[in-house]
């Protein structure tokens, strides 16, 4: 059995991403879910001098060895105006610190969902662009527009998108 991490790119309690990467993650057959709690993830905001004088925190290394540990990653990307959420950038800052290719070329499924009809676009354009230059290995992408209207009692409810998150999960599939 394969073990998944699920993580939505937002430290809020009522994320979106983190509900929809946890749904996408548990539609993959014979996988383990792990879903990232922003809990145990929470980090001073990142720099050069603090690093020197405190050196990395512990959280940092927690997640670098969370990563390790998974065979997949499915993640989820909140997108605030057009950009990573703060947490996220922060947390991405921290850990490459560690390491440049901290995703450990482990499959992923990017995705982003957002109360909007662009689906969070930007977010997922700029992030799966930079993935390859951390480690990422992005194998599908998704975007989520309108979550309230789409996404209701936890599950998809729009046929189509159904359909497409369906194709690129299975695509995902074949490569774990």
Request: aromatic fraction near 10%; avoid cysteine.
């Amino acid at each position: 059995m394969k073990k998944v991490l699920a993580l939505g790119a937002s430290n809020s309690s009522k994320s979106i991403n983190t509900l929809f990467a946890t749904y996408a993650a548990n539609q993959i057959e014979d996988a383990t879910v792990i879903t990232a709690n922003w809990e145990d993830l929470i980090l001073p905001l990142y720099s050069p001098d603090l690093e020197a004088s405190n050196g990395i925190p512990e959280n940092v290394h927690y997640f670098k060895n969370l990563i390790q540990s998974v065979d997949a990653i499915v993640l989820s990307l909140a997108e605030y105006n057009g950009m990573p959420s703060a947490a996220f950038k922060n947390l991405w800052d921290w850990t490459s610190r560690i390491d440049m290719k901290f995703w450990a070329n482990k499959p992923m499924l990017l995705m982003a969902a957002s109360p909007g009809g662009r689906g969070g676009a930007s977010v997922l354009g700029l992030i799966g662009n930079l993935m390859p230059h951390l480690g990422g290995n992005v194998i599908a992408q998704f975007s989520l527009p309108s979550f309230g209207a789409n996404f209701q009692e936890g599950r998809l409810i729009d046929k189509t998108l159904q359909e497409d998150l369906g194709s690129k999960i299975k695509q995902f599939e074949a490569a774990l």
